[in-house]
């Protein structure tokens, strides 16, 4: 069984401050790893994901994240937060080369000028 | 420009009826999703299909139906089974297990 947990349902950072959600999560293959976002009323955006390779994976908007297999975790960061970033952000783990992606709960994150 | 087109937007359904959303996709994706999102409880898979004419079943299927008659379209129908439709439903597809599903921008489906 694959499951991710977001432990923190909002996040809170004046902009210009660096922005860090975290996410861990839990297979019994090889994790894949994802990022999305979400506008109100929309569908999610795809940021970034992790396969295999560098620890350290680069996405859209200025968005990074980390892979830590020891920790099992894959923490979304972003060096200087926006107030456009505001909005809601959701990990998701894929157990290999199964088609299911197992969502966390999502964290909501408030940026404010 | 390619995308995911989710229709229609806002969906009413009358107690005892069966109403189907549309999910159509021109990135010539083989594999399809259907998720319902809840506040507070992420995105559940309801349905989801590799292939043409096939499909399996995701995690919360009952009281839901799909066809894959086509490689664009994956139409999802809430029948009168499920007892609790009120949700936002959500189209994703990807070229493969691997690659990063993309999603559509829903469909909100309310009880009248």
């Known amino acids: 069984a694959q499951s991710v947990a977001q432990p923190e349902d909002q996040v809170n950072v004046a902009e210009g401050n660096p922005l860090t959600v975290k996410c861990t999560y839990s297979v019994s293959g090889n994790p894949y790893l994802f990022w999305y976002v979400q506008y109100p009323n929309r569908g999610l955006q795809f940021l970034l994901k992790?396969?295999?390779?560098?620890?350290l994976v680069k996405g859209s908007y200025g968005f990074e994240a980390e892979f830590n297999k020891s920790q099992t975790s894959f923490h979304l960061k972003k060096p200087s937060a926006l107030v456009s970033d505001s909005a809601l952000y959701f990990c998701?783990?894929?157990?290999?080369?199964?088609?299911?992606?197992?969502f966390g709960a999502g964290t909501t994150v408030t940026v404010r000028a | 420009d390619g995308g995911i087109t989710q229709s229609p937007k806002y969906l009413f359904r009358k107690e005892g009826q069966n109403v189907t959303l549309s999910c159509e996709q021109n990135l010539n994706h083989d594999a399809m999703y259907w998720y319902r999102q809840d506040p507070g409880q992420g995105l559940r898979l309801i349905y989801y299909?590799?292939?043409?004419?096939?499909?399996q079943k995701g995690d919360i299927a009952e009281g839901y139906s799909v066809s894959r008659e086509k490689k664009e379209s994956f139409p999802l129908t809430v029948t009168s089974a499920q007892k609790n439709p009120t949700a936002f439903y959500l189209c994703a597809s990807s070229s493969g297990a691997v690659g990063p599903q993309h999603f559509g921008d829903g469909t909100r489906l309310s009880i009248l």
């Open positions: 998701a783990v894929r157990d290999g080369n199964d088609y299911k992606l197992s």
């Open positions: 299909s590799q292939i043409v004419n096939d499909f």
């Open positions: 992790y396969i295999t390779g560098d620890n």
